[in-house]
């Protein structure tokens, strides 16, 4: 891609500029777009303690490790010398033999170590986000944001599905959820068009099946019920660090995930921050805002709809939910109003919750089959992914 049309989606995402269509020529990589294996934290609540795997040490933070036996190992950064063993809280810190309040331990072919002990001896500062459940760290002018689980959480299924009655004052929803477990070594997302090109309309059962999707659901709005030939998409859509539509100007909401599968919700505006920061692997806008914080939060109007259907009809729902162990709630239900389905889908569990384009496109596909069959051919899918 030519420095110019970089430039120019740069320019672009950052203020929020309006297109119709898809950006020419070859699509924006973002820094991320290389695939590689996630990296996350755990987190054990009985110790108060929160461990990074050993890798971080030394890609992030510029420590050498040296293994010894017994599950012994040295970390080496300039003048500091770490000695740390699996199973025992004690350590050796430049010689000085130390007690520590969290032993390292190894999962899964991977060793962990206590994030305050690698915070305070290797130069890394440390920031809990509430909002992603993850640890911003830096060191120097590098930053990145670790995923944090709770020690033991993630199962052998990456992908399940329920169904589940929930009450809304006088009124009963019944729902289907599926549920997937973003940390899951052989899960991913991805974002996908119709006939993988936008303004074009497809069956989700197709869209799933070509991208070769265990899960999917309807995503953006689009045009449709133009009889053009070009059904045009209303929001953002990136795939592998690749941005396929820019829709900008409005502050819509953006379901985006980076690399690792953090996902986070991001007011419309601010994308283009988000997507310079690296924290745009894949995404896709809809909106409006449901539960933000785990507390309900629904503005319409603020975000800019206008339709009545939104902001007063019930109608059939598609909404998605981040939960706070890093889990992505996909949910489908027949008839509900803004309110009630944030109410749904904070009774769901979602920390943080967004609507998804409704009505006639509300659709949900699981291996092979619609739990919800779409009224209509919808124009893209956020896609799950799920390694053999």
């Known amino acids: 891609m030519g420095k110019g049309l970089k ?130 760290m830096t060191n120097g002018e590098d930053a990145m ?9 993630l199962t052998d299924r990456p992908v399940t599905y329920r169904q589940q009655v929930f009450y809304v004052g006088a009124s009963a929803f019944r729902a289907h959820i599926v549920t997937v477990q973003l940390m899951h070594p052989r899960v991913s997302l991805d974002a996908a068009f119709a006939h993988h090109r936008a303004g074009t309309v497809q069956n989700l059962k197709s869209i799933a099946a070509q991208n070769g999707a265990y899960a999917a659901i309807n995503a953006t709005y689009f045009d449709a019920y133009s009889s053009a030939v070009y059904r045009a998409p209303y929001g953002y859509l990136v795939s592998k660090g690749d941005v396929k539509f820019v829709n900008g100007g409005t502050d819509l909401t953006v379901f985006a995930y980076d690399r690792n599968q953090l996902a986070r919700l991001i007011p419309g505006l601010q994308f283009g921050k988000a997507f310079e920061a690296g924290q745009v692997e894949g995404a896709v806008q809809a ?30 729902r598609s909404a998605i939910g981040i939960t706070r162990n890093h889990k992505l709630i996909m949910v489908t239900l027949p008839s509900a109003s803004m309110p009630q389905l944030a109410r749904i889908m904070k009774q769901a569990g979602a920390y943080q919750a967004m609507n998804l384009d409704g009505g006639a496109s509300s659709g949900l596909y699981l291996n092979g089959k619609y739990v919800t069959k779409p009224g209509r051919k919808v124009s893209n899918a956020l896609l799950v992914k799920v390694k053999k």
């Open 287 to 316: 909106g409006p805002l449901l539960v933000k914080n785990g507390r309900v939060a629904v503005n319409a109007v603020k975000e800019g709809f206008r339709d009545p259907a939104i902001l007063r009809g019930r109608a059939a």
């Open 7 to 136: 430039m120019l989606l740069a320019a672009a995402l950052t203020a929020g500029i309006f297109t119709t269509g898809a950006l020419p020529g070859a699509a924006v990589q973002t820094a991320s777009a290389a695939a590689s294996a996630k990296t996350f934290g755990y987190s054990d609540p009985a110790a108060g303690r929160i461990y990074v795997p050993i890798r971080v040490l030394s890609d992030f933070a510029g420590a050498k490790i040296n293994g010894t036996s017994a599950g012994k190992l040295q970390l080496i950064k300039g003048k500091q010398r770490i000695l740390l063993q699996t199973g025992r809280k004690k350590a050796e810190i430049n010689g000085k033999k130390v007690k520590l309040d969290a032993a390292p331990f190894a999962y899964g072919g991977v060793t962990y170590v206590p994030l305050g002990l690698a915070a305070s001896h290797l130069g890394l500062n440390v920031k809990w986000d509430e909002s992603t459940s993850s640890m911003r």
């Open 145 to 153: 944001d670790l995923p944090v689980i709770e020690r033991g959480s």
